[in-house]
């Protein structure tokens, strides 16, 4: 079974450093076929896609955040680790993570989500 | 950045009800659209890849047509379980970005 959990603080002060933790399970982050990206969702608003790190360690990020985030993956310990500087309030949102098949770049399996508010 | 712009932004429909829901990408995106529903405090679901092509386990009365820079999601007959807001989703050049999402509610 193919599941995958963030995890990372539930609150952050602005100007501060986010890092978040994908945990994958049922699949490994050395399959070419396979790759995984972060996204996010603000209270109420659209989905965003925020980074993606396919097997070989190649990396795209959202232009807009380009200068903000560092996505990075430990393939021994299955888990995929995002970074965003100088946060701010309207970074607020749920956070996800998603296994990404190379056919086709589709979002086939999604964690659960974490939340994360920015607030002093 | 590619545009993606879904219209309606919101529809109202009855169980058994046939719905269509449209994408256009601001410059031909080829066949490298998705769709994904997202339910209220859940996360996004995949339903349709590379424009037509059906996810696994997703029932036959979803389908996605178009090319280039126009797409469609159809739901052949509404469900109780079809009610939720649906994004299209371009993968052809990145970054990646989203539609701003169809809510479909019941009328």
């Known amino acids: 079974q193919v599941t995958l959990k963030e995890s990372g603080p539930v609150l952050v002060k602005p100007t501060e450093t986010l890092t978040l933790t994908c945990t994958v399970s049922?699949?490994?982050?050395?399959?070419?076929?396979?790759?995984v990206s972060w996204l996010r969702q603000p209270p109420g608003k659209a989905l965003e896609w925020l980074a993606h790190?396919?097997?070989?360690?190649?990396?795209s990020y959202s232009t807009s955040l380009k200068t903000r985030l560092t996505i990075s993956k430990d393939t021994s310990k299955s888990q995929v680790v995002l970074t965003m500087t100088n946060m701010d309030p309207v970074d607020t949102a749920t956070y996800y993570c998603?296994?990404?098949?190379?056919?086709?770049?589709?979002?086939?399996?999604w964690g659960q989500g974490t939340t994360v508010t920015v607030s002093s | 950045d590619i545009q993606m712009t879904q219209s309606p932004s919101s529809l109202s429909a009855s169980v058994g009800d046939r719905v269509t829901i449209t994408c256009r990408a601001s410059?031909?995106?080829?066949?490298?659209l998705n769709w994904y529903q997202q339910k209220p405090g859940k996360a996004p679901e995949l339903l349709i890849y590379?424009?037509?092509s059906l996810q696994s386990g997703v029932p036959a009365r979803f389908s996605g047509s178009g090319s280039g820079t126009d797409f469609a999601l159809s739901i052949s007959s509404l469900q109780p379980e079809d009610f939720a807001t649906y994004y299209c989703?371009?993968?052809?050049?990145?970054?990646?970005?989203f539609g701003q999402g169809t809510k479909v509610e019941f009328k």
């Open positions: 998603a296994r990404t098949l190379i056919r086709g770049y589709a979002m086939d399996v």
């Open positions: 049922g699949f490994s982050l050395s399959n070419v076929r396979m790759s």
């Open positions: 790190i396919f097997s070989n360690d190649e990396k």
């Open positions: 410059q031909s995106i080829g066949s490298y």
């Open positions: 590379t424009a037509s």
């Open positions: 989703h371009q993968i052809s050049s990145a970054p990646w970005t």
